[in-house]
């Protein structure tokens, strides 16, 4: 969506309330992991709003690669060169490698904890995996069922080996900052595709949305729904400035 000028600012806008949610329980996640405050995040109203960001983040790039994709489809008629899968591969690149510095820096300074397959691992892995599924449209429905039924039965069950991590088979005595396995998140990536193919067919708007300008709050929203990326890789750096800053927060505990 990035190369084409007319992009939905619904869809940014969802897109930035989602990094806001993001911002705030990542926030009140470092308060409570810090000892700065006793913040319950693992159940109740945090918690939601915790899987409720990841939702709609997941979601909505489900949506936006089904955007993508067909625009690229309709550029054929413009003599525009074909999509192939390398675009997608290096997408996926990018993303997993970013993620990889994610693990570096979290095996630096919380090895108990460190992120080995985290959300951006996920998205760079979900770039490559999604190329196949960017043709179907109610089938991507049943196969996100699919994803997210496995998914439910594997969450409270651990398992003797940790080579399917990445898949949903969580080892015994496994900890994380962060972990997006394919089971069930794929899925809902998937749901994304098919609203995606449903709601902007051929990479066009098939409901009638008001006037951007009508929506209050909208350009804020669409900027940061725009640099979503960048806002989550520095967020977490610079709550811990801000907290050490504050004096709130010794350096020396990290």
Sequence with gaps: MEKHSNRFWEIDCLR??????????????DL?????????????????????AAFLFILISGIALSISHSRALASRASGEP??????YLKRGL?????GLVITGVTWIFFPGQYILFGILHFFGVSALLA???????????LFGLFFGLIGFYLKDRVFGFSALLWLGF????????????????FGVLLTGIFLGNSLYKNGKRQFKAPEAD???????????????????????????GLLILSGLLDPGII
């Excluded at 409570?32 to 709003?49: P, Q």
């Excluded at 972990?179 to 998140?185: A, K, N, R």
């Design 170 to 185: 969580r080892p015994e005595g496994f900890a994380t900052l962060d972990y997006f396995p394919l089971f069930p998140w």
């Design 214 to 240: 009508k929506f209050p709050g909208q350009k804020p929203l669409s900027w940061i729904g725009k640099h979503s990326l960048s806002i989550y890789f520095i967020h977490q750096p610079l709550f811990i």
């Design 32 to 52: 409570d992991f810090f000892g700065l405050a006793d913040v319950e995040l693992r159940s109740g109203t945090f918690y939601y709003i915790g899987r409720g």
């Design 82 to 87: 074909v999509e192939n899968f390398s675009r």
């Design 131 to 141: 190329y196949p599924f960017l043709k179907y449209e109610k089938e991507n429905l």
């Design 94 to 98: 990018r993303l997993f490698s970013m």
């Design 16 to 29: 930035g309330f989602a990094v806001i949610l993001m911002l705030i329980y990542h926030f009140l996640y």
